[in-house]
């Protein structure tokens, strides 16, 4: 079983521990040395599209990113900031709980392709929508699950367009209703999404019906996703 969850945008500027991302023997450090590769061929004026920042934010991204093999790391969800990771809270969590985590969570980055929670990785910045990185990691990350007897996906749509489901993959989503139109939660998901993870590695969730009587903040699973109603 795994259970696919987005990165974040922010990254924790905490204290690395003292190894280099080149001596982690990292499974995918072969597909990671192609983008870096790729990123030394753009030049520095057509940079701000790569990274979606000012020239000099993406100038000092650029850099970081093609230095990440000599780079010190720290595991990937301490690493991680954010709406879903904040409440997540891993360092609050019980060590069966953790234990959980890295076995089943996936973690989709632009850079890596796959992690889980306790792989190590340097501070960096790169989207998985850009310069075809989803057609670079797509038949690598599908092969890696397609032999998975369940899968619950809980990505945002650009992230799913990086794999190919296999028939034992369940899209969880978070909507809210409102004058009888449903649209996506957006950013008022992702506490929610957060907590969902919680309460998964919390209570060892190995199967959909397990999970029918979580709620949060009026999110409620109906069959299908979880809703919930503004009107």
Same mark, same amino acid.
């Given at each position: 079983?795994?259970?696919?969850?987005?990165?974040?945008?922010?990254?924790?500027?905490?204290?690395?521990?003292?190894?280099?991302?080149?001596?982690?023997?990292?499974?995918? *450090?072969?597909?990671?040395?192609?983008?870096?590769?790729?990123?030394?061929?753009?030049?520095?004026?057509?940079?701000?599209?790569?990274?979606?920042?000012?020239?000099?934010?993406?100038?000092?991204?650029?850099?970081?990113?093609?230095?990440?093999?000599?780079?010190?790391?720290?595991?990937?969800?301490?690493?991680?900031?954010?709406?879903?990771?904040?409440?997540?809270?891993?360092?609050?969590?019980?060590?069966?709980?953790?234990?959980?985590?890295?076995?089943?969570?996936?973690?989709?980055?632009?850079?890596?392709?796959?992690?889980?929670?306790d792989t190590l990785?340097?501070?960096?910045?790169?989207?998985?929508?850009?310069?075809?990185?989803?057609?670079?990691?797509?038949?690598?990350?599908?092969?890696?699950?397609?032999?998975?007897?369940?899968?619950?996906?809980?990505?945002?749509?650009?992230?799913?367009?990086?794999?190919?489901?296999?028939?034992?993959?369940?899209?969880?989503?978070?909507?809210?209703?409102?004058?009888?139109?449903?649209? *996506? *939660?957006?950013?008022?998901?992702?506490?929610?999404?957060?907590?969902?993870?919680?309460?998964l590695a919390t209570?060892?969730?190995?199967?959909?019906?397990?999970?029918?009587?979580?709620?949060?903040?009026?999110?409620?699973?109906?069959?299908?996703?979880?809703?919930?109603?503004?009107?």
């Amino acid at each position: 079983m795994k259970i696919l969850i987005p990165p974040s945008e922010g990254k924790a500027k905490v204290r690395s521990l003292d190894i280099l991302f080149k001596d982690t023997n990292f499974q995918f *450090a072969q597909y990671t040395q192609q983008i870096v590769d790729l990123l030394g061929l753009i030049e520095n004026e057509d940079l701000t599209p790569v990274y979606g920042t000012t020239q000099d934010k993406a100038i000092m991204f650029h850099r970081q990113n093609q230095d990440v093999f000599n780079s010190k790391c720290v595991p990937a969800i301490e690493r991680y900031t954010g709406v879903v990771y904040n409440h997540i809270e891993w360092s609050s969590l019980s060590a069966k709980a953790q234990k959980y985590m890295n076995k089943h969570i996936i973690i989709f980055s632009g850079l890596f392709g796959l992690l889980t929670p306790d792989t190590l990785i340097p501070d960096y910045k790169l989207k998985m929508n850009v310069l075809s990185l989803k057609s670079l990691w797509g038949p690598i990350i599908s092969d890696y699950l397609k032999d998975e007897d369940i899968i619950f996906d809980l990505l945002p749509q650009v992230h799913r367009k990086a794999y190919t489901p296999n028939k034992n993959t369940i899209p969880i989503d978070f909507l809210v209703q409102s004058k009888g139109k449903t649209s *996506a *939660a957006g950013h008022f998901g992702k506490a929610v999404k957060g907590q969902f993870i919680r309460f998964l590695a919390t209570n060892q969730i190995t199967q959909t019906k397990d999970f029918k009587s979580f709620e949060y903040d009026g999110f409620k699973w109906n069959g299908k996703q979880f809703i919930k109603n503004i009107d």
